[in-house]
């Protein structure tokens, strides 16, 4: 399994502005000693190994957040609301779609993710999201891509925005399912 370059640059623009250039700087310097991948400057269509990557943003939490696995869910929004706010998909949603953001996920996943599969389940009254074949199961791709979800529902205005875990990488099963409900 690979994960594009998109992946590493929008951790690398949530780390500047959160923490600073310098900070960002340091940390890579100090990790590309350990992960040589990131010796070299990482392009939006890179690919890179997904244990590397998987690698760097566990680094990431131990020295930033004190390995706090909620992090990556806050990826995971924040990067929902850039893209949402000012990135690639601004112009495409408007307050309210949240159906149509849902079913757009598996394509944010494919952008991000050479392996793996997220489908989307509509439901009645609820919408699943179904993580499956991960070869590398970690909490960063439920978390994160569920964060994802969670925020971008948010950003449209979603009220009383819940969410229930059935299945997750978390929990130790080998595939990730939530409910998200949106009153």
């Known amino acids: 399994m690979e994960v594009k370059g998109v992946a590493f640059l929008a951790r690398q623009q949530l780390m500047v502005q959160t923490h600073g250039e310098a900070a960002w700087k ?14 070299k400057p990482v392009m939006p269509v890179s690919r890179m190994p997904a244990d590397a990557f998987l690698r760097l943003n566990d680094e990431l939490l131990a020295r930033f957040y004190n390995n706090n696995p909620s992090a990556y869910w806050q990826f995971g929004v924040k990067s929902a ?7 690639q998909l601004k112009a495409m949603f408007s307050q309210g779609d949240f159906r149509r953001f849902l ?3 598996p394509g944010i996943w ?3 993710f050479t392996e793996g599969d997220l489908n989307v ?3 009645q009254d609820h919408t699943d ?3 499956t074949h991960v070869p590398r199961p970690h909490p960063y791709f439920e978390l994160s891509v569920m964060g994802f979800a969670s925020g971008g529902l948010a950003y449209l205005g979603a009220q009383n925005l819940k969410h229930q875990v059935l299945k997750g990488f978390t929990r130790n099963d080998n595939e990730v399912l939530y409910r998200f409900n949106v009153g």
């Open 110 to 112: 494919k952008g991000y």
């Open 81 to 87: 609301e850039y893209a949402l706010g000012q990135g």
């Open 129 to 131: 999201l179904h993580i």
């Open 103 to 105: 079913l757009f996920t």
């Open 26 to 39: 340091a940390f890579l310097t100090d990790f590309a000693k350990k992960e040589p991948f990131f010796s």
């Open 121 to 123: 389940l509509p439901g």
